[in-house]
């Protein structure tokens, strides 16, 4: 199944029913780890990677699994995977596993994998949920990158601080800006002010496309005749 | 309903499988890194010193009720240069933190001077508190070749309280906490150096010193 282009699958993923931004998703990881970008693209990359292969092993195993266990092997199988990640990071990326902490064990409560396998890996063959597990990820891990630079940007005055979790190396600051900043920013409510405000430029762009839109087509818009 | 508990069971025998795989494909690299990061935050403690490597060797634990800081045991690491005591690293709770106990590192060599305070857990407010981590912040490097002679007793205080260190913009709960646990590890350590270091012999065939 290959009929949706990939390019437009992308753009689903990433704008049009990006799991963070739009379907609400993941709302627990996203709003706790997003304090600064290195934690963001951490678990981005932990969550992409057990999405990627979730829907792999569903939708390899979906000729088999009768409807009414379903639930009960998803959760089975992305526990598992989140296990395998969680020793992953802690043999290779010891510092981010760390700085993670409980956050990638509790990527199996991530609603937007068991969204992702039952609407998606159990009804369509491998290739494409792999690909939709990449481009739902993707979107997830991106959400997650953008506010958690957004948060250290505003909170601590500095962006890319401690990439050494990720790559090795000495501790880095990153690029500092100022010394300190908009404390509120890091906190918890910070991370609700940052992705309602990420939802509402989202929402904002796509009105003002819609716009441009029925301006262009004055035949199908609703306000088209002025 | 028969054939749907054969298909968990499979399921789970796979799922099993390639975790145990995983876990033994990364066992060991997950112990070695656990050590080295050990000894790695025992670093910070230790500046300027010259000591045998395998520092985490010489660890006694002791467990509570003891006169050191914290509700929870504490650790003593025995520094030595060539077989002759150095110093003593001490792993202690700062009880009085804004957010629950802050573990701390604290160094001291046999002189008892501070060689080194390393934060090491903590759930301090981001952006406050916790800019007494290392890497976040010089702060916990003003005690290093500070004692009990200097400042006197009374000068392990914040600035605010009368004594002779910094403070934190914002944030005096965490400074406090933590310099009140530093100069009564310090006191345990006049009281009790001796024993410290006569609590066990150590072999003496250790590896060369290193910085």
């Known amino acids: 199944m290959t009929s949706p282009g990939f390019i437009d699958r992308f753009k689903t993923g990433l704008w049009h029913e990006n799991p963070g931004l739009v379907q609400l998703l993941g709302l627990c990881p996203l709003l706790a780890v997003t ?9 981005g990359i932990a969550t992409l990677a ?73 009804r369509n063959p491998i290739g494409s949920s792999i ?38 190396g000495d501790p880095m600051r990153g690029l500092v800006f100022t010394d300190g900043g908009w ?7 910070g991370a609700f002010f940052s992705l309602a405000l990420a939802i509402a430029i989202k929402n904002s762009i796509d009105r003002r496309q819609r716009e441009i839109r029925q301006q262009a087509m004055p035949g199908r818009g609703r306000r088209a005749t002025q | 309903m028969f ?31 656990e050590q080295a990061w050990l000894e790695r935050s025992l670093q910070p403690a230790l500046s300027g010193l010259f000591y045998d490597s395998g520092v985490t060797e010489s660890k006694i634990i002791i467990p509570p009720p003891h006169e050191l800081p914290g509700s929870e045991a504490a650790i003593i690491y025995r520094v030595y240069a060539e077989g002759a005591p150095v110093a003593a690293l001490f792993v202690v709770s700062a009880r009085d933190g804004y957010a629950g106990p802050i573990r701390i590192l604290v160094g001291i060599d046999t002189m008892g001077v501070v060689t080194g305070v390393h934060v090491l857990e903590h759930r301090e407010t981001p952006g406050l508190g916790d800019r007494v981590e290392s890497t976040r912040s010089d ?26 260190f910094d403070q934190l913009t914002g944030a005096s709960v965490t400074p406090r906490a933590i310099i009140k646990a530093i100069k009564q590890t310090l006191l345990y350590f006049e009281a009790h150096s001796e024993e410290i270091f006569a609590a066990e012999i150590l072999e003496t065939d250790k590896e060369e010193t290193e910085q």
Not at chain 2, 17 to 33: D, F, K, M, Q, S
Request: aromatic residues 10%; contains cysteine.
């Open chain 1, 35 to 43: 304090s600064s970008f290195v934690n963001g693209l951490g678990l």
């Open chain 1, 50 to 122: 057990v999405l990627i292969a979730s829907n792999g092993l569903v939708s390899a195993t979906r000729r088999w699994i009768q409807a009414e266990i379903r639930i009960p092997i998803y959760v089975l199988i992305i526990a598992s995977l989140v296990t395998c990640i969680e020793l992953v990071f802690k043999a290779w990326f010891p510092a981010l596993d760390r700085s993670l902490g409980i956050f990638i064990p509790l990527i199996v409560t991530n609603c937007a994998i068991v969204a992702r396998a039952e609407v998606f890996a159990s």
């Open chain 1, 131 to 168: 690909a939709d597990g990449f481009v739902m990820g993707s979107g997830f891990a991106l959400l997650l990158m953008a506010i958690g630079a957004f948060r250290e940007l505003l909170g601590q005055g500095s962006l890319f601080a401690r990439m050494d979790m990720l790559f090795g």
């Open chain 1, 183 to 189: 404390l509120l920013a890091i906190l918890p409510p």
């Open chain 2, 3 to 33: 054939r749907s508990g054969i298909t968990l069971a499979v399921i789970a025998a796979i799922c099993t499988a390639l975790v145990a795989l995983t876990y033994r494909g990364t066992a060991e690299r997950i112990v070695a890194n």
């Open chain 2, 139 to 164: 702060w916990a490097k003003q005690f290093n070749g500070h004692s009990l002679l200097d400042p006197a007793p009374t000068g392990w205080a914040i600035k605010g309280d009368g004594g002779q």
